[in-house]
């Protein structure tokens, strides 16, 4: 199983990118998929999910209003739309996978322990 996250780079404050995240060896509709970030000297943190259940979707206020995530089944892959870019925003993106288990909560979930499978991540750096 591999889950291969790309599409980051540098951007300016208040610019958008687009992170991609293609998975092979599983079906990945079938689960539940989080982005999360770690910034240098910080702690791993959930930026959004999507749930495989009913396909809701899960932002954590730092993003809200700003960012949003989406599936693309045909292509076996999550992407996550980023606009209005902070600096703040600048961390690794780590995208990742996990199936449904009775007594355990995915989505949200606080530093992503409970998912089954991660990518490598990709940077992004936003510059002020």
């Known amino acids: 199983v591999q889950l291969q996250a790309s599409g980051g780079g540098l951007v300016q404050a208040g610019g958008s990118l687009r992170l991609a995240c293609v998975a092979s060896?599983?079906?990945?509709?079938?689960?539940?998929v989080a982005w999360f970030r770690q910034a240098p000297g910080k702690e791993r943190e959930l930026v959004t999910c999507?749930?495989?259940?009913?396909?809701?979707?899960y932002l954590s206020d730092a993003v809200k209003d700003r960012f949003a995530t989406s599936r693309y089944n045909a292509l076996n892959s999550v992407y996550l739309s980023m606009n209005t870019l902070k600096p703040e925003g600048t961390a690794v993106y780590y995208c990742?996978?996990?199936?449904?288990?009775?007594?355990?909560?995915?989505?949200?979930?606080?530093?992503?322990?409970?998912?089954?499978?991660w990518g490598h991540g990709t940077q992004v750096t936003v510059s002020s």
């Open positions: 990742a996978a996990g199936s449904s288990r009775f007594g355990v909560t995915l989505c949200p979930s606080r530093n992503g322990v409970e998912f089954d499978f």
């Open positions: 060896g599983i079906m990945l509709e079938t689960y539940t």
């Open positions: 999507l749930r495989s259940r009913d396909g809701t979707t």
